[in-house]
């Protein structure tokens, strides 16, 4: 089996935002970056399935910045055993300009899976595998929370706003990985030694056409929390009188 | 024609409130601009008998797809429906919700026709004849305002982000097929299953009550039902820890890897409010935190704290609720 899985460099959310001088951006000055959240699950289903099957490949790709490396050569000590880094200076807001570079790529080689995480935590737009699949014309089953694959078919689980949906689909096919479908493994010691002679080509992006861009980011207004009502069970009676005649929520 | 089309999700042959959500988005966007707003509705057959009350909260047209089998949702045959729709209607906007399926919908669609999708937007501006939209980035700590160029531009609306407004005419009915047979797509949806019980989804309940590791126990979990069961409109969340470790399922986190809610009220009990739940509840209009460290980051953001122990506190609470819910 071989599976491509597509992954993000994108900021740690830990540290305190500013926004930048354009006033469209975060300010990344002294930030940190890491793999997107549900990125690392997609790579872990790639693993799971490569090792199910006893063989295989995993291909992590990432569009970005040199930087792109970085994350790929992390995906590569959890296990996966290639990286192609897709080179751009930026990577685009518009999540169809960064999937045409991905199905560009992808569109060269046969995959019977191409994974995503269910969205970057970064942008948030949750759209670049379904527009991946639409470009290469392939079944596509998102925010998946359960995965059977056997004989070239898969059986999905997708969660819904109380209810959750069974989902049927040939390979190949493309799929975007929701929270719960596993834990991602961290990489071992042996992995990181390892994933430093596994190989990352490099080629320059494709990126499609930009249609929608990011003019102002602004943070959102501070809450002007922090105030304790009391201590205990005392307190409990200030608290109802505030919630039935401050916030009139009871 | 500078009308607007939304897509009126349904679910099992009902709308859901979403549907109605999209239609007001879409009404507040077609009064800006002078057009109409139109309803894609599909479903089983007899889903016609929902379009009326899409007339009620705005929609001027209301066109009918009905189908053996679009009893669930099907991603290929609604794809290529809504995208046939929105080329040959010729419309300035779609208007999707950033529901479960909505999320999957719209990319698709915006893919098939080569044009802009603005997902997950709390706000839609008009600059000149240019679509802006408002989107939560990077979990919730930075807003961005984006540029949409070109016609149709497609968004999604964040759940709860639109409340439902009635805007009463009588809509207009077409019938219209499938553009491709949901009975030959590749990607079948077999089976839909239902929630456990009659709870309330975390996305549209205006009261959830969310648990931590400061619950101490899985059955500890109790008090927090009993909580949101004093409320009655109350859904019961948790952090990621408390998911990690089996407590709960995944589906109730609420977080950053989560589920983003905004309630009316939101009742962190036992959460210490680490960067990445706070990521998904941050926008709750009035936050209550009960913790036993008084130095805890939650009490930071919450708008009222009880410090002290939460298996004394929380069983006190329900009963002032309960009493409080009994005179109004």
Same mark, same amino acid.
């Given at each position: 089996m071989k599976i491509a899985v597509c992954i993000k460099r994108v900021l740690d959310m830990e540290a305190r935002f500013r926004i930048g001088a354009d006033r469209a951006s975060v300010d990344e000055t002294g930030l940190k970056f890491d793999i997107s959240d549900f990125d690392t699950y997609a790579i872990e289903a790639a693993l799971q399935l490569k090792e199910k099957a006893g063989q295989g490949e995993v291909v992590a790709i990432s569009l970005g910045p040199d930087a792109a490396q970085e994350t790929i050569r992390k995906a590569l000590s959890m296990g996966v055993d290639r990286g192609i880094h897709l080179k751009v200076d930026r990577i685009p807001f518009d999540p169809f300009a960064i999937a045409s570079a991905l199905a560009t790529e992808l569109g060269t080689d046969n995959y019977d899976l191409i994974l995503f995480g269910k969205l970057s935590i970064d942008s948030a737009s949750q759209a670049v595998g379904p527009i991946v699949a639409e470009l290469l014309d392939l079944p596509c089953v998102t925010a998946i929370s359960k995965l059977e694959i056997s004989d070239k078919r898969g059986t999905a689980q997708r969660e819904l706003e109380g209810a959750s949906e069974i989902v049927e689909f040939p390979l190949p096919?493309?799929?975007?990985?929701?929270?719960?479908?596993?834990?991602?493994?961290? =990489?071992?010691?042996?992995?990181?030694?390892?994933?430093?002679?596994? =190989?990352?080509?490099?080629? =320059?992006?494709?990126?499609?056409?930009?249609?929608?861009?990011?003019?102002?980011?602004?943070?959102?207004?501070?809450?002007?929390?922090?105030?304790?009502?009391?201590e205990g069970v005392a307190a409990v009676p200030e608290l109802v009188r505030l919630l039935e005649t401050e916030a009139k929520v009871l | 024609m500078p009308? %607007?089309?939304?897509?009126?999700?349904?679910?099992?042959?009902?709308?859901?409130? %979403?549907?109605?959500?999209?239609?007001?988005?879409?009404?507040?966007? +077609?009064?800006? !601009?002078?057009?109409? /707003?139109? +309803?894609?509705?599909?479903? @089983? @057959?007899? !889903?016609?008998?929902?379009?009326?009350?899409?007339?009620?909260?705005? +929609? &001027?047209?209301? !066109?009918? %797809?009905?189908?053996d089998h679009l009893g669930m949702y099907s991603p290929e045959a609604a794809t290529a429906t809504a995208a046939t729709r929105i080329r040959d209607g010729g419309y300035r906007a779609a208007i999707f919700s950033a529901s479960a399926q909505g999320r999957d919908l719209g990319p698709r669609v915006a893919a098939r026709l080569r044009v802009p999708l603005a997902a997950d937007v709390v706000a839609i501006e008009l600059d000149g004849d240019r679509i802006l939209a408002k989107h939560p980035m990077n979990i919730g700590k930075v807003t961005a305002t984006l540029s949409l160029t070109g016609s149709p531009a497609l968004l999604s609306v964040r759940p709860n982000a639109f409340t439902p407004a009635p805007n009463a005419r009588t809509a207009r009915l077409e019938t219209a097929q499938p553009a491709a047979d949901p009975a030959a797509a590749r990607v079948v949806v077999k089976e839909l299953r239902q929630g456990s019980g009659a709870k309330l989804d975390l996305g549209e309940a205006p009261v959830i009550i969310s648990g931590g590791r400061g619950l101490k126990a899985a059955e500890n979990f109790r008090l927090v039902e009993e909580l949101a069961a004093?409320?009655?409109?109350?859904?019961?969340?948790?952090?990621?820890?408390?998911? &990690? &470790?089996?407590?709960? @399922?995944?589906? &109730?986190?609420?977080?950053?890897?989560?589920?983003?809610?905004? @309630?009316?009220?939101?009742?962190? /009990?036992?959460?210490?409010?680490?960067?990445q739940h706070l990521a998904g509840m941050r926008g709750s209009r009035t936050i209550v935190a009960i913790n036993k460290d008084k130095d805890a980051p939650i009490f930071k953001i919450a708008d009222y704290g009880i410090v002290g122990d939460v298996l004394e506190i929380v069983p006190a609470l329900t009963q002032a609720v309960t009493a409080s819910r009994a005179k109004h």
């Open positions: 096919a493309v799929l975007t990985v929701d929270e719960g479908l596993n834990k991602a493994r961290l =990489p071992s010691l042996k992995g990181i030694m390892g994933a430093k002679k596994k =190989p990352i080509e490099t080629k =320059p992006a494709v990126v499609g056409d930009v249609r929608i861009t990011v003019s102002t980011m602004d943070l959102p207004p501070e809450r002007s929390g922090g105030r304790i009502v009391g | 009308n %607007v089309l939304a897509y009126a999700e349904t679910r099992s042959g009902e709308l859901r409130k %979403v549907a109605l959500e999209a239609v007001t988005a879409a009404r507040r966007l +077609a009064d800006a !601009i002078g057009g109409e /707003v139109h +309803a894609l509705l599909l479903g @089983p @057959p007899g !889903i016609a008998s929902r379009a009326a009350q899409l007339g009620e909260y705005g +929609a &001027d047209v209301v !066109i009918v %797809v009905e189908h004093a409320f009655g409109n109350a859904a019961v969340g948790c952090t990621r820890a408390v998911s &990690d &470790d089996g407590w709960r @399922p995944h589906s &109730d986190q609420i977080g950053q890897t989560g589920r983003m809610v905004s @309630p009316d009220l939101y009742i962190a /009990v036992g959460i210490s409010g680490a960067i």
